[in-house]
């Protein structure tokens, strides 16, 4: 398609210029522009096609930057990059050393908050708002939240907050799929248009100058009255209950209606938040996305014209297929198997167990806090809840897991996917800190599965464990291809495992990092070094005696983990310390994640970037034997 004026459209300033009769075409053109690109990057399509129109009004009735503009979570933040200077970079997104797949500060000004998780972007919007009413600043402040997002508790507590305090704010409801509102018709935006323009706010606030001067009890009557009857004709009766000023329903890919709307709540000299619901197709204008049951949420790269997605094959299952296929013969044994998940019912697998058993699958939306208390109480009357939940998520949970799960030892089980680092979403949706805040817990039993068959296992300890909360982590992708065990093979609680038994050295691994250790033992093997190697299977319990019969044996233990500072090697060290190994000369070295966020690249270069991959195991393993020669040489040239 020719991009003839999306060519010429480098920054919004460069939007602005456009008659307004023209803006249907600049929306087309990037529409097309972003299915191409998506094609090429892969990448979150869907949510993008649906605010293509939206993002084209926005950007043209307000004078962005300086008029502040945050998307909630940043699915679809891909069309507003294209238009905010960053066209040229938009075929690196999501790739190393490219651009983010949302919205990042440190990008662009056209950035004002970052987001990858959801519901943030009402709450964001009021501080910048307050800031701006402090400083005496008149720009505007806008947030677009979707209709997934707003069902978030901490959404309606922004809300909430931002009617007790009569902010200036404009919130605009991106609705793709909730049926929250009637069907969009020719009155309704003709009344949309009336209850948004200047004379409807004049007139509005003559009225309460009039009534002003009659008793409270009229005046609030005749409040409630307008109230009532602008919700009829809008829907908007819980906005307005929270403070907000309503308009809607409205289609949100008429452009032109758009606009006018935009621009009469821009010049309204209201002064209270105002909510816009816009009613939008998620996948609009291309016919696959459209279609498809997800709308291509979330897609590889794939075929422009057929919509083929092209998915690496792998002949191992992936970690997720393993635990949903795990739980579901659990659950036909044992009835009092359920499972919950946040919103993530294909991503967890949970889908599979639903389709099994509807009535024991809960999804909860995107209510982390609200999913993990749900657990508890269901454990409390003798069922044994799964919580499947991705580790950056169980992040927004925490408050739960130690108040309502930990501190009662109640036996939820925690089942934490995308375990480690994750690839092209970055170090927002990085599963790097799980390890860390749930062993500081007392009552936890945490595990991390270093292979598909260690999953099985851990997944069938977790049943068998009825007195106490417990979580198993596993990464994202495929498994290495190993035989999964029974469904009774169970792990004895706080034990590890030998798995190459050498000198000197010994690696404790925790977690999915156990192959890139073999094959760092192979080649160290090669260079006249053994090792062994240690399995550890849990960072609480540690499996003490074990762990103190190699430090007994060996002079230097090495910890691998893929997650922060504060979990397993810190919890070894800690072990060691106290029974005064050091002391004694025992040398020690931790590895794990680095203490910053690594951007977005393949797995496997984040690894590497990380340095935990084979080759950076071996130059550990090295630089620790010799490190007393080492020491040697510095001492003589002092």
């Not at 982390?368 to 109480?377: K, N, S, Y």
């Amino acid at each position: 398609m020719d991009k003839k004026l999306l060519d010429r459209i480098n920054y919004p300033s460069d939007l602005r210029k456009l008659k307004k009769n023209q803006l249907e075409q600049v929306s087309k053109e990037l529409r097309s522009e972003l299915i191409d690109v998506v094609s090429e990057t892969g990448g979150h399509l869907g949510a993008g096609l649906g605010v293509v129109e939206l993002t084209v009004a926005l950007h043209y009735v307000f004078n962005t930057p300086k008029d502040k503009l945050v998307w909630d979570v940043g699915h679809q933040c891909y069309p507003h990059k294209i238009i905010t200077g960053r066209k040229d970079k938009i075929r690196t997104l999501r790739k190393g050393g490219g651009l983010s797949g949302f919205t990042k500060r440190a990008e662009s000004e056209y950035d004002p908050f970052g987001a990858a998780h959801s519901s943030t972007s009402i709450s964001s919007t009021l501080g910048m708002a307050t800031a701006k009413r402090l400083s005496n600043d008149s720009n505007n402040v806008v947030a677009v939240i979707g209709d997934g997002a707003m069902s978030a508790g901490m959404a309606y507590e922004a809300m909430n907050n931002a009617g007790a305090m009569k902010s200036k704010l404009i919130v605009v409801l991106n609705d793709n799929d909730m049926s929250i509102a009637r069907p969009v018709g020719a009155m309704s935006k003709y009344l949309t248009r009336l209850l948004s323009g200047k004379i409807y706010f004049s007139f509005r606030e003559t009225i309460k100058l009039i009534l002003s001067a009659f008793s409270k009890r009229f005046y609030k009557s005749a409040g409630k009255a307008e109230d009532m009857l602008r919700s009829v004709v809008t829907g908007g009766t819980l906005f307005n209950e929270l403070g907000f000023y309503y308009l809607g329903p409205i289609d949100g890919h008429d452009i032109n209606n758009l606009v006018t709307i935009l621009e009469n709540v821009k010049n309204s000299k209201y002064n209270g938040p105002i909510l816009i619901h816009t009613i939008t197709k998620k996948g609009k204008g291309y016919e696959p996305a459209e279609s498809s049951g997800d709308k291509y949420h979330g897609v590889s790269k794939f075929n422009v014209l057929t919509g083929e997605q092209s998915k690496s094959k792998s002949k191992s299952p992936s970690y997720t297929k393993v635990f949903a296929n795990t739980l579901i013969k659990h659950a036909e044994n044992d009835t009092k198997i359920v499972a919950i998940t946040g919103a993530m019912p294909s991503g967890t697998g949970l889908d599979l167990f639903e389709k099994k058993f509807p009535e024991r699958m809960f999804d909860v939306g995107i209510a982390e806090q609200h999913g993990v208390t749900f657990a508890a109480g269901l454990a409390t009357e003798g069922y044994k809840p799964f919580a499947a939940i991705y580790s950056t998520f169980l992040q927004r949970a925490y408050d739960q897991v130690v108040h309502d799960v930990a501190i009662q030892s109640i036996p939820v089980r925690f089942a934490i996917d995308r375990a480690g680092l994750v690839g092209a979403d970055g170090p927002t949706h990085a599963g790097s800190f799980d390890v860390t805040y749930l062993s500081t817990l007392p009552n936890f039993v945490v595990m991390a599965a270093s292979d598909e068959a260690e999953l099985v296992r851990m997944i069938n300890t977790s049943v068998s464990i009825n007195d106490r909360p417990s979580a198993f982590r596993y990464p994202r992708g495929n498994g290495i291809g190993v035989r999964l065990p029974e469904i009774n093979e169970i792990l004895e609680i706080g034990k590890g495992k030998i798995i190459l038994e050498g000198k000197k050295l010994a690696i404790l691994n925790f977690g999915a990092r156990l192959n890139e250790c073999k094959k760092a033992s192979e080649i160290l093997k090669k260079k006249g070094i053994t090792i062994s190697i240690f399995d550890a299977r849990f960072s609480k319990p540690l499996d003490e005696k074990l762990i103190i019969e190699l430090a007994s044996n060996h002079e230097a233990i090495i910890t691998i983990e893929e997650g922060s500072i504060g979990g397993f090697g810190s919890h070894v060290a800690k072990l060691l310390s106290d029974r005064g190994f050091f002391d004694k000369g025992l040398k020690f070295r931790s590895m794990m994640l680095p203490d910053k966020f690594l951007d977005q690249d393949t797995p496997d270069n984040m690894y590497k970037a990380a340095g935990l991959d084979c080759e950076s195991i071996v130059q550990k393993v090295q630089s620790v034997l010799n490190s007393n020669i080492v020491i040697a040489k510095n001492k003589s040239l002092s």
